[in-house]
């Protein structure tokens, strides 16, 4: 693994370079990972678009009375649960604004009308009610969460996340990224990861690039994670997320990464974060940009969904699966499923609450990976 120092220098690699960066970060990716490239089968479900923070690159957060503001019932999550489970689905990924509660008085009375006085407390009882009507495992990313949260959400999620995003206080100041965002100050999202270390939460994170941090302040994320995982052991995927414009968020006419940018960073966080660790980027987020992203020493894509973003149509397939599993095969790599929560934390009792235990390793084969998943998903 390099130093701090090597990294900063990598990161800035010109593009005459790039080639001998990605290849090194090739070599290390196979060295550690073989040459088997994961996904999860996954449903998206936005438990809450409602939010405290005001992100500036955020197309999800919602005010209350906005069109596309809404808390789901616990009926709707168990219906698109097993909408998901029927095509093949085994992750429920719960993602969700921050503290709602703390704006909104419409959704602290929606919370108490189910018996909940935060959002976090209903999120739990909605990962119950899915484990126990669904055959979906849960993984959620509900923001900043204190020890007793996390205690809470571990016993009915088989891993849970929450992105660094970036370690720059920068970022804070007025008309930054992160102006009006609370929950982003970098030290709070810091000691909830180490929280989740501590109890032995598989924890998912990663950088957001190109919201106004520098490349070294992505070097600095780079190894703020490395030492969190170096204490607790507990990291188990590092996605690197590439800002995208949009036109109804504050940052529209805000530069992106290029793919260049996106490439040295990817190579530079393997490199940061060794041979063993999962490296993702989202294949949706850099279409027709696959085989560069395999070159750069990613080994995951990430949760990739049998259900179409509108839950209209639950019976369309989602077509990026084939298009993902050509991509994949054509550089030379074997496309397996995996669970939301990876081989290496799996088969390690401290890293998964014993009433889950058995209904993960059912789904497993001797690699950890999903067993007989192959045929089902071939058919997407
Ligand atoms: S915390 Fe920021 S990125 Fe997350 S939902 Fe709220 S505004 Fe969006």
Redesign the pocket.
């Known amino acids: 693994m390099i130093s701090h120092q090597d990294a900063c220098a990598l990161i800035e690699t010109p593009a005459g370079a790039l080639g001998d960066l990605l290849a090194r970060a090739g070599e290390l990716r196979d060295r550690g990972r073989g040459r088997t490239v994961t996904f999860s089968a996954k449903v998206f479900v936005p438990l809450t678009t409602l939010?405290r923070?005001?992100?500036g690159y955020?197309t999800?957060?919602r005010d209350p009375g906005e069109p596309g503001a809404h808390t789901m019932t616990p009926e709707e999550v168990v219906a698109l649960a097993q909408a998901g489970g029927r095509l093949g689905a085994k992750e429920a990924l719960f993602s969700l604004?921050?503290k709602p509660e703390a704006l909104f008085p419409t959704h602290r009375e929606f919370l108490r009308r189910h018996g909940h006085r935060t959002t976090l407390a209903y999120l739990r009882a909605v990962c119950e009610t899915v484990l126990k009507e669904s055959p979906l495992l849960p993984h959620a990313n509900p923001?900043v969460m204190a020890e007793r949260d996390l205690a809470a959400l571990r016993e009915v999620n088989v891993s849970m996340g929450l992105m660094l995003e970036t370690l720059s206080e920068r970022l804070l100041e007025r008309g930054m990224a992160h102006d009006r965002?609370p929950?982003?100050v970098p030290a709070r999202r810091i000691r909830t990861i180490a929280l989740a270390g501590k109890l032995g939460i598989p924890f998912t994170t990663g950088l957001l690039i190109g919201i106004g941090e520098t490349a070294r302040e992505r070097v600095d994320a780079l190894v703020a994670i490395r030492d969190l995982h170096e204490r607790y052991g507990h990291i188990q995927e590092v996605i690197v997320q590439n800002f995208r414009a949009k036109p109804r968020i504050p940052m529209r006419d805000a530069p992106e990464p290029s793919l260049d940018d996106l490439l040295r960073t990817l190579a530079v966080a393997r490199l940061v974060l060794g041979p063993d660790m999962n490296i993702q980027a989202p294949p949706n987020l850099s279409p027709r940009a696959y085989p560069r992203l395999l070159a750069a020493g990613l080994n995951d894509w990430g949760g990739v969904s049998p259900l179409t973003p509108d839950h209209i149509n639950p019976e369309k397939p989602w077509p990026l699966i084939p298009e993902l599993r050509r991509a994949t095969e054509s550089q030379g790599f074997v496309l397996r499923e995996r669970l939301a929560i990876y081989p290496e934390f799996a088969a390690r009792p401290e890293f998964l609450d014993e009433r889950l235990r058995a209904r993960v390793g059912t789904l497993l084969d001797e690699r950890g990976l999903v067993k007989d998943s192959y045929e089902h998903w071939r058919r997407w």
Do not use: S
Request: a negative charge.
């Open positions: 939010c923070d005001y992100c955020c999800f957060r604004g921050d923001g965002a929950d982003k």
